[in-house]
C-alpha cells in the first residue's frame, strides 16, 4: 500500500515494497515517451524491489530453520540424560526393593529353619523330646550320598574307579600348589 501526498508543485508517491519515495511533479511536462520510459524504470525497480524482499524472507526462514535445528541438537541429548537419570532412578528404587524382599526372605527361611524355634513350638502343641531308648528317623533325599571309602579290588590290582579318584585328587593337589 503506497501513501500520497500533493501539493501544487509535486506529489510524493511511498511504495513500501521499495522502501522509496517517488516525487513526481504537480503537472505532467513531460512528453509519453519519456512517461513511458519513467513507467518502465518504477516497474522494473518495484520487480527488483520485490526479488529483493522474496530473497531476504526466504534468508529469514533459513535463519530460523537453521536456529531451530542448532536448538534441537542441543535439547535433544539432554532430554535423553534426563530419560535415563529417571530410569536409573527407577531402577535403585526396584534394587531397594528387591533388597528388602530379600532380607526379609532370609530372616523367614532362618526363622522356620531355627531347631530352637521349632522346638519350642511343638512343645507348644504337646509334643515331647524323644527319650533315649527311642529312634528319630530323618527322611534323606534319594540323590544323597555319603562317600566313606574307595574299595581296592585285591584280586586285579586297583578298581577303575579308585585310579580316577585317585588322578583328580593328585591332579587338583598340583594345580593348587601350582597356582600359590
Known amino acids: 500500500m503506497s501513501s500520497v501526498k500533493t501539493d501544487e508543485f509535486y506529489t510524493e508517491v ?3 515494497i521499495t ?9 505532467n511536462v513531460s512528453s509519453p515517451e519519456e512517461t513511458k520510459e519513467e513507467y518502465q524504470k518504477d516497474k522494473k525497480m518495484i520487480r527488483k524491489a520485490a526479488r529483493s524482499r522474496a530473497f ?4 529469514a526462514i533459513g ?12 535439547i535433544n541429548p539432554q532430554v535423553g540424560l534426563a ?26 527361611v532362618n526363622g522356620i529353619t531355627d531347631m530352637d524355634s521349632i522346638r519350642a513350638q511343638a512343645l507348644a502343641l504337646g509334643m515331647q523330646d524323644p527319650n533315649a531308648n ?28 579308585a585310579y580316577n579318584n585317585a588322578v583328580e585328587a593328585l591332579t587338583s593337589y598340583y594345580l593348587e600348589e601350582d597356582a600359590s
Do not use: C, H, W
Open 14 to 16: 511511498y511504495v513500501p
Open 19 to 27: 522502501r522509496q519515495v517517488y516525487e513526481y511533479p504537480a503537472l
Open 56 to 59: 531476504e524472507t526466504v534468508i
Open 63 to 74: 535463519l530460523i530453520l537453521f536456529v531451530g535445528v542448532f536448538f534441537m541438537l542441543l
Open 83 to 108: 530419560e535415563l537419570a529417571k530410569d536409573n532412578s527407577d531402577l535403585k528404587d526396584q534394587i531397594a526393593v528387591l533388597k528388602r524382599n530379600i532380607l526379609d526372605s532370609e530372616e523367614d
Open 134 to 161: 527311642q529312634v528319630v528317623t530323618i527322611p534323606m533325599p534319594e540323590d544323597d550320598k555319603l562317600v566313606t571309602m574307595v574299595s581296592y579290588d585285591e584280586e586285579f590290582g586297583i578298581s577303575e574307579e
